[in-house]
């Protein structure tokens, strides 16, 4: 079936420090790849939809210049987290959505950043 | 029987015995809605998906109500399983938000031998 990796899986970086966190659909092609954070026994919660080759879409909240996405390709979207304080350590998930087949969504297995 | 948590309800239920996992959705103009399994540390795994026009699917040992009236999602797990202990969530699709998918709070599941 359809894969969607992250990487890095985990990631600690120190604060005021910007990382990176990438997100590929290994074989397919996602125009739309959506991004969402989970605190320690909390839900999903999505923090952005990424258009490739347009402007990312951020839901109430969030925070674009803290957080930065760019669509680059049709099969990678990026997170940067910038000027990373310890209250961004959190599970970061993608999903990419698969127009192949029927517009199935496929699920990354996350990435966990702690910020020190 | 069901508890809550910190954040998190848990169901409790001995192996072997059917599970019902209950989820109130917040948009009545969801048309798509997903249950999701997450295990500690990994990322969500699709279950079972139903749209708008259906009131119930049926998968292998998982069956998903809809109702629509009172915005409300079961899943149905028969004869649980040990490997069937993890967190689940269900997640709605709200009709022209370019598919993307808002989760419910979620509920961990324990399976007890």
């Known amino acids: 079936g359809a894969v969607v990796s992250q990487h890095p899986s985990w990631v600690i970086c120190k604060s005021g420090t910007s990382v990176k966190i990438e997100c590929r659909s290994l074989?397919?092609?996602?125009?739309?790849m959506f991004w969402y954070r989970q605190f320690p026994k909390q839900s999903l919660m999505l923090m952005a939809t990424?258009?490739?080759?347009?402007?990312?879409?951020?839901e109430q909240g969030v925070e674009k210049d803290k957080f930065l996405i760019n669509h680059a390709s049709l099969t990678l979207s990026t997170l940067t987290v910038t000027s990373a304080h310890p209250e961004d350590s959190s599970f970061y998930i993608c999903?990419?959505?698969?127009?192949?087949?029927?517009?199935?969504?496929?699920f990354g297995e996350g990435s966990w950043l702690t910020v020190v | 029987g069901e508890s809550v948590g910190l954040h998190l309800p848990t169901l409790s239920v001995q192996e072997g015995d059917n599970s019902i996992i209950n989820c109130a959705y917040s948009n009545s103009a969801s048309d798509y809605f997903i249950w999701y399994k997450q295990e500690s540390g990994k990322g969500p795994q699709f279950i079972i998906d139903i749209r708008s026009n259906m009131d119930k699917r049926q998968g292998q040992r998982v069956t998903v109500l809809l109702n629509k009236t009172v915005k409300h999602l079961s899943l149905q797990i028969a004869a649980t399983q040990p490997g069937d202990s993890a967190v689940y969530f269900c997640a709605e699709n709200i009709a022209g938000g370019y598919n993307k998918l808002i989760f419910g709070a979620g509920t961990r599941l324990a399976v007890h031998p």
């Open positions: 999903s990419a959505l698969s127009g192949d087949s029927g517009n199935t969504i496929y």
């Open positions: 990424s258009n490739e080759g347009s402007k990312a879409t951020y």
């Open positions: 074989d397919f092609q996602a125009t739309t």
